[in-house]
């Protein structure tokens, strides 16, 4: 019997649970994204340890061997590489050395780097005060959004410089207890009965929902209409009919394991190239801080955190990972040995940071997932072999991780999209640094023209993830409450 089959007799019993038994429902794995990225523009990645850290680096940077303080900048050479790192000193001005780094190494990149770059904008002004930054949620006023992508594809300047994922008409899949409380970590699949295809899969975050993007299946081949959504719950599975264009509501017959006490697991995907060393100063400055404040929430919480940092081909790495630890001191310790170095060119290697930070890190199942991008330069789009950030936001749904993207200044018009897209995507917010001190001014910068909020970065990150313990399972569909 083929599955077409078993889906249309189902349709009397929408909702109803079914053990799974020997029948797996899942059609095909999810994806492993970072099996995509073994090359990078032309050159294979190669992957290293030291100490906690795991180090890619490609193009020149793969003949660099990263020594104890290679966060720093500074570099160790195997003598029969270091001829591929040789770069003049001619052209390097006095005082745009590195601490740390070898001057003959890091020549190269002054000479080529932008402007903006070697004077670092105005953000010395600001380094010794807390930053101030705007926060937006681009879920919450949708319309605007859309809005905001139909004139971005006007503009003829932006051709090639993000993905265009087409998110109208977005709608939600949300899943619920017997009492109406929402299922958070729950497994969705919308399947399309017609091939017998998942046209998309994910895992419910907080509040129990999962977001679908009609448009986005199409893109991927699902043919519309009506679809199957399978929830994979307790070794069974609730099959619910749906044609995709409003939001809808799954019961399960019992409640899925709501982890206690909740688990947290946050990531920190940080641009360490030349131009951020003040805000990676003050991201080091938040660890702590942040953690220390959560010990105030009225929740019982296991709270874990990690770090992918990434620069760019022929830097010294292209992504460093420090894996999930509960010790936040100790990640505190390493994330202190991590300076700003490499960049030159405008665009990083974001699309490399990001499938790390969702692919490459050990995600309980289970966990709120929540990462911080914290950047100012938009991703290559133009480098062959490389893993896209919209298929690696297609996985990161799958998984329930979600996304605030933090944008520093200097990012252009093809950036602040590419941010505001990730973080809307992944249900996340968009969160800009304010220099200048007038929020509703930096917020119009980045095309953003919604309701947007102004507080210390610290406050921003800490906001983020005590409300995602906080809310974790407990909000109740306003559909059910009362019922």
């Known amino acids: 019997m083929t599955r077409l089959v078993v889906w249309f007799g189902f349709l009397a019993a929408c909702g109803t649970a079914t053990d799974l038994g020997d029948q797996p429902v899942a059609r095909g ?13 032309g050159s294979a990645v190669a992957s290293r340890r030291e100490g906690a850290w795991e180090w890619r680096v490609a193009g020149s940077g793969a003949a660099v061997t990263i020594g104890a303080a290679g966060l720093d900048g500074s570099l160790r050479l195997d003598s ?4 591929l790192l040789a770069l003049s000193v001619a052209s390097a001005p006095a005082s745009a050395a590195v601490p740390g780094a070898d001057p003959a190494l890091t020549a190269g990149y002054w000479a080529a780097a932008p402007a903006r770059e070697k004077a670092g904008d105005d953000k010395n002004a600001v380094a010794a005060s807390p930053m101030r930054a705007g926060a937006t949620d681009d879920n919450a006023d949708f319309a605007a959004f859309v809005e905001f992508l139909d004139q971005s594809r006007a503009r003829p300047e932006l051709i090639n410089q993000w993905r265009d994922l087409d998110v109208g008409g977005r709608s939600f899949v949300q899943v619920v207890g017997p009492d109406g409380a929402p299922q958070p970590g729950v497994v969705v699949q919308i399947v399309d009965p017609r091939s017998d295809k998942v046209a998309a899969r994910g895992t419910t975050y907080g509040d129990g929902r999962m977001p679908f993007y009609p448009k986005v299946a199409a893109a991927d081949g699902a043919s519309g209409g009506s679809y199957l959504v399978e929830v994979l719950h307790g070794g069974k599975v609730t099959r619910h009919q749906w044609l995709g264009d409003r939001d809808t509501v799954v019961h399960l017959p019992a409640a899925a394991n709501v982890a206690q006490p909740v688990t947290a697991d946050v990531v920190f995907l940080i641009d360490t190239t030349g ?8 991201i080091k400055a938040t660890l702590l801080s942040v953690t220390e404040k959560l010990r105030g929430l009225g929740r019982e919480f296991d709270l874990r955190c990690g770090a992918v940092l990434y620069r760019d081909v022929g830097d010294a ?3 460093a990972q420090h894996p999930f630890t509960n010790d936040i001191a100790a990640l505190d310790t390493a994330l202190r040995a991590v300076n700003a170095d490499g960049g030159g060119d405008g665009p990083e290697s ?3 940071g990001l499938a790390v930070a969702v692919d490459g890190m050990g995600w309980r199942d289970g966990a709120a997932k929540l990462v911080f991008l914290v950047a100012d330069a938009p991703p290559h789009l133009d480098y062959t072999d490389d893993v896209q950030y919209d298929v690696t936001l297609r996985a990161a749904v799958s998984r329930g991780i979600k996304v605030h993207a933090v944008a520093a200044s200097g990012i252009d018009d093809g950036g602040s999209i590419v941010f505001r897209q990730i973080a809307q995507f992944t249900r996340g917010q968009f969160v800009f640094i304010e220099y200048g001190g007038d929020v509703t001014a930096s917020g119009a910068a980045h095309g953003v023209a919604g309701v947007t909020k102004s507080n210390n970065l610290d406050d921003i990150l800490f906001e983020r993830i005590r409300d995602e313990i906080a809310g974790w399972g407990r909000e ?4 059910l409450a009362g019922k």
């Open 350 to 352: 974001l699309n490399q």
């Open 317 to 319: 790495y292209v992504t």
């Open 80 to 83: 029969a590489d270091r001829g």
């Open 275 to 282: 131009s951020m060393q003040d805000e990676i100063d003050r």
């Open 476 to 479: 109740v569909s306003p559909r």
């Open 29 to 41: 794995e999810r994806e492993n994204i970072l099996q995509r990225a073994t090359r990078l523009q």
